[in-house]
Every structure is written in structure tokens, then in C-alpha cells.
């Protein structure tokens, strides 16, 4: 599984693409598995932090526990409008959970949550990110895999 960072080296130009998206709007949406092997999806905000893409969680939220039972995560960014403007990202990742110092130290840099909190790393193992062509009509789907780098395909 690849962090952030490893990521944006391999495909700096997605990557770029990616992070804007993810930082255009602050709520995105996860999808985590529950304990009865259903999808259970929630609003997240994500960010990278140092050479990470972290998301956090209240304390023993259901969307936390599930990371910590079945560590499987997907975060579609928020669209924001019809129109799909800089497209729509989608990443398949393994979350870490982040405890100790180095949570404290993420929370430090902003107001910290009142009382325990969770965090997880995103380890990336597949990005998309899907762009429409209006003049072409032309949908755009370019993704990376790890270990396999980055593919295109147009479908009209």
C-alpha cells in the first residue's frame, strides 16, 4: 500500500488533480464495512498531513469502529455540482489507525477535539478520478493502481 506522497510521485499529474478535488469541498464521503459484511457509508472530511492522506472520527464512532474491525475504506470526494467541474475522485485505501504522539500531534495543529478521538492513515491502493469532456462528450476515467501506474479510458 502506498501513503500520499508515494502516490504523488508515482502520478503527480492525477495526484494533482486528486488533491484539489479533495480540498475543494471539506466533507466527502466514506464507505466502511460493517460488521455484517454490509457497506455502511458516512460524511468524512480528509486531509494530508505530512506524507499522508489522515482522516479522523469522534470516539467510538460506528464508521471508527469498522475501520478498526475490517480496515477497508473508500472516499468518493463531494462532486460539488452537476457539471463535475475538476472531476470526481475516488480512492480505495487500507486505513492505519494513528494513536499516541503522532495522534496528538495531529490534533495539535488545530483546536483539539474535546476528548478522545480517532485517526487513521490512508494506505492507497487505487485512485480514479472521473473527468467529462462536455464538448467532446467524452467521459474520462484515468486511475493508478499501485504497482501498476496509470491507466486512461474514454468512453463517448
Known sequence: M???????NDAP????????????????VMATVRADGSPRVSGTE???WHDDLVLGS????????????DARV???TNPSDETMEGGDARLDAVAVEV????NA??????????????LFRLELHRVSLVEVDHEAARLIVTTWRE?????????D
Not at 486528486?18 to 480540498?23: H, M, P, S
Not at 469522534?58 to 474491525?69: E, F, H, P
Not at 494513536?99 to 503522532?102: E, Y
Open 147 to 155: 504497482g501498476r501506474g496509470v491507466t486512461r479510458v474514454e468512453r
Open 105 to 118: 500531534e495531529f490534533y495539535a495543529d488545530d483546536e483539539s477535539p474535546p476528548g478522545p478521538n480517532h
Open 58 to 69: 469522534m470516539w467510538q464512532a460506528r464508521k471508527a469502529l469498522d475501520l478498526q474491525r
Open 2 to 8: 502506498a501513503s500520499w506522497t508515494s502516490f504523488e
Open 99 to 102: 494513536v499516541g504522539d503522532a
Open 46 to 48: 480528509v486531509r494530508i
Open 74 to 76: 473508500a472516499i468518493h
Open 13 to 28: 499529474e492525477l495526484a494533482a488533480k486528486v488533491r484539489a478535488r479533495l480540498e475543494a469541498n471539506l466533507h466527502h
